[in-house]
């Protein structure tokens, strides 16, 4: 069994840096994936209202035999609910689906500013924490000057920052704040939903160390001190995505990698997304 590293939050508990996500995979597949994944010695699962499965990732939880304490779980509320009551409520439904008593860490998924109601969502989930059901709470697609108004208007620091974030948009702005604010930065798309993959740099990067281009693209997200939860239904890539921590990318192989910035998105700019 392959374990990834824990990193600290700021609220003192502790995130295994890589993780299995599972967007657009059905019920089924999630269970699937969660039960190959964690046999794999994987702790760490992303879910979302959104992606529809949190039945399944809470079935393969159950089914399992690794300690609900030793595994870390983490669903979002969409945009769709946002507001005080509405985000409480979307929050209890999902532990319903996931079977659980409490989750690890919970997300508003995306800031949607046209709606102006993430600031009122962030207190239901400053609530839902203080209550115990989620250990940690955090947001995702939030640019530093939504997480300026969170802390002019509230009072508990996210812990995490779910970005898209891959070797085309290497969010250095976003990870400049995240870090200097004592906010993790977790890279969603890590592997820029697979399209980065087939690029000669990392096929180089992938001979010289007898690994994949996804293996090279996973251990840069490390390099950096990214939380990274590459995505896949496929038990050989979900065994590939987590042996990567036998070796170690140097100053010029990051240099390299640096130059396959483009600033393209797979997803949408958090601005203009609700
Ligand atoms: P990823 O960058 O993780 O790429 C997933 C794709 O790459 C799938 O098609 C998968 O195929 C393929 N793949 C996985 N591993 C390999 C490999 N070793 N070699 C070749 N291909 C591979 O994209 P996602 O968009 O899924 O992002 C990861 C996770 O981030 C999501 O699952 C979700 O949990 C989260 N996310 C969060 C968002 C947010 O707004 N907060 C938005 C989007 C994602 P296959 O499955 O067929 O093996």
Redesign the pocket.
């Known amino acids: 069994m392959i374990f990834a590293p824990t990193i600290a939050l700021n609220d003192g508990a502790r995130i295994p840096q890589l993780g299995l ?4 995979a059905t019920d089924e597949q999630a269970e699937n994936a969660v039960s190959v994944a964690v046999d794999l010695g994987y702790r760490h699962v ?3 209202t959104l992606y529809a499965n949190e039945t399944g990732v809470g079935r393969a939880v159950a089914a399992s035999s690794v300690p609900r304490s030793e595994l870390f779980i983490t669903t ?1 509320v969409f945009q769709d609910r946002h507001g005080y009551d509405e985000a409480r409520r979307s929050f209890d439904e999902s532990l319903v689906r996931l079977g659980l008593e409490y989750v690890d860490l919970f ?1 508003i ?2 800031p949607a500013p046209a709606q102006n109601l993430y600031v009122e969502t962030w207190r239901a989930l400053e609530k839902i924490q203080a209550d115990g059901l989620a250990r940690s709470i955090g947001v ?2 939030f640019h530093p000057h939504h997480l300026e108004r969170l802390a002019n208007e509230t009072s508990v620091v996210p812990s995490i920052n ?1 970005v ?1 974030l ?1 070797p085309w948009l290497p969010q250095r702005e976003t990870r400049a704040y995240d870090d200097a604010h004592g906010i993790v930065t977790e890279a ?7 399209r980065v ?1 087939d690029n000669p740099v990392l096929d180089e990067l992938a001979a010289k160390y007898g690994k ?1 281009p ?1 293996q090279i693209v996973i251990r840069w997200h490390l390099e950096l001190g990214n939380v990274v ?6 038990p050989s ?1 979900i065994a ?2 987590i042996d990567v921590f036998d070796f170690a990318l140097d100053e010029s192989d990051l240099a390299r990698i640096a130059t396959l910035e483009t600033g393209e998105r ?2 949408r700019d958090p601005d203009f997304n609700g």
């Open positions: 996500g599972v967007y657009k992303d879910t979302a979002k997300l998924h995306w995702s697609n779910q898209e891959h969603w798309s890590p592997l820029a939903r697979g993959l994949t996804a939860i590459p995505k896949s239904v496929t890539r590939e995505n797979t997803g």
